[in-house]
């Protein structure tokens, strides 16, 4: 929290913050590809039954 309060001339705190949102990103595609791998299996499973 203390990098938010930060000055911006310096630049720090925006860095800290593009490399936060970068691995918020990485953790994001990295929950979210099995789990679309997961639901892309059980719907191809549903409609190869049909």
């Known amino acids: 929290m203390s990098d938010l309060t930060t000055d911006n001339k310096s630049g ?16 994001g595609v990295y929950f979210a590809v099995p789990i679309a791998f997961y639901y892309y299996n059980l719907f191809s499973q549903h409609f190869a039954r049909n």
């Open 12 to 27: 720090e705190s925006e860095e800290s913050a593009k490399r936060r949102l970068r691995g918020l990103l990485l953790m």
